[in-house]
């Protein structure tokens, strides 16, 4: 049974950091690739950032680009978010998922299997 569990997530001012990680289990961690999607209020499920499976391959959503930072360790089943320069419109439950294959992507439609989320909550 696979499972995943974010951790990392809490209130913070603007221009602050946090660092997200997400713990797998139940599945041969470094065969697949991990993302990073969040939900604001009111809004759609976004994406974030997501990883290949051997962590040479990463993407990024326009709106994090060069403040976020993904990286994996597998030998401790781990993926992180360093996220840097945070603002308001930043918050938001941020969940983190394990993709079908070893190949990164930005489509949720190709991740099988989602945690219960973490809130990041940025203040102005």
């Known amino acids: 049974q696979v499972q995943t569990v974010e951790s990392g997530g809490g209130l913070v001012q603007a221009g602050g950091s946090l660092r997200l990680s997400c713990a797998a289990s139940?599945?041969?961690?470094?065969?697949?690739?991990m993302g990073w999607f969040r939900r604001a209020p009111g809004k759609d499920r976004e994406f974030v950032s997501s990883?290949?499976?051997?962590?040479?391959?990463?993407y990024y959503a326009d709106s994090v680009k060069g403040r976020f930072t993904i990286s994996r360790d597998n030998a401790k089943n781990t993926v992180y978010l360093q996220m840097n320069s945070l603002k308001p419109e930043d918050t938001a439950i941020y969940y983190c998922?394990?993709?079908?294959?070893?190949?990164?992507?930005?489509?949720?439609?190709?991740?099988?299997?989602w945690g219960q989320g973490t809130q990041v909550t940025v203040s102005s």
């Open positions: 990883i290949n499976w051997s962590g040479d391959t990463t």
């Open positions: 139940g599945l041969a961690f470094s065969s697949y690739a």
């Open positions: 998922a394990v993709g079908g294959t070893s190949r990164a992507a930005s489509d949720y439609a190709k991740y099988d299997f």
